[in-house]
């Protein structure tokens, strides 16, 4: 977290999809998606689908005139929520197949 008087004017947050578990792997197929200009310390990334469990993220702030060094990237879940219906106890109007 920067100083109330710091001269960090945003951040650039990087991430990409990746299906190894674990730290970041050096050598990756998927390109970095990059989100510039935030603005704040939190971020919400919307838009994520399942159909890759990890991401690899990192961020670095900026100032008007350089960028700082890229965090350590990180590695996070995805997670999805898989449910069954049930056709014994379903309301009578649903079809289960």
């Given at each position: 977290?920067?100083?109330?008087?710091?001269?960090?004017?945003?951040?650039?947050?990087?991430y990409?999809?990746t299906?190894?578990?674990?730290?970041?792997?050096a050598?990756?197929d998927?390109?970095?998606m990059v989100i510039e200009?935030?603005?704040?310390t939190?971020?919400t990334?919307s838009g994520?689908?399942f159909?890759?469990?990890y991401m690899?993220?990192r961020v670095r702030?900026?100032?008007?005139?350089?960028?700082?060094?890229?965090?350590e990237p990180?590695t996070l879940?995805?997670?999805?929520?898989?449910f069954r219906l049930?056709?014994?106890?379903c309301h009578?109007?649903l079809?289960?197949?």
């Amino acid at each position: 977290m920067p100083d109330e008087d710091s001269k960090i004017d945003h951040y650039v947050l990087e991430y990409r999809k990746t299906n190894f578990e674990g730290p970041p792997r050096a050598k990756e197929d998927q390109p970095w998606m990059v989100i510039e200009g935030i603005k704040g310390t939190e971020y919400t990334l919307s838009g994520l689908k399942f159909d890759m469990k990890y991401m690899n993220f990192r961020v670095r702030a900026c100032n008007k005139a350089v960028a700082g060094e890229f965090s350590e990237p990180v590695t996070l879940e995805t997670r999805a929520f898989m449910f069954r219906l049930d056709a014994g106890t379903c309301h009578q109007n649903l079809r289960v197949e």
